[in-house]
C-alpha cells in the first residue's frame, strides 16, 4: 500500500493509508446511484423487448 501523502511516510502503514481505504465508503450516494442505474437499463430493456416484438 503507498500512503496518501509524503507527509504522512512517518506514520505506520495502518494510519497513514486509513484514508484511501475509507475513500469508497464515503459516498453512499454513488451505491444508489449505480443501483438505480441497473435497475433503469433492465426496464428499458424490457421496454425494448416488448416493442421489437409488436413489430
Known amino acids: 500500500m503507498r500512503c496518501a ?3 504522512e511516510l512517518h506514520r505506520p502503514p495502518r494510519e497513514c493509508c486509513f484514508r484511501e481505504r ?5 459516498n453512499p ?3 444508489i446511484l449505480m443501483l438505480a442505474l441497473g435497475f433503469a437499463f433492465f426496464a428499458v430493456a424490457i421496454g425494448y423487448t416488448y416493442a421489437c416484438e409488436r413489430l
Open 29 to 31: 450516494m454513488m451505491d
Open 22 to 26: 475509507d475513500a469508497t465508503r464515503r
Open 5 to 7: 501523502s509524503l507527509h
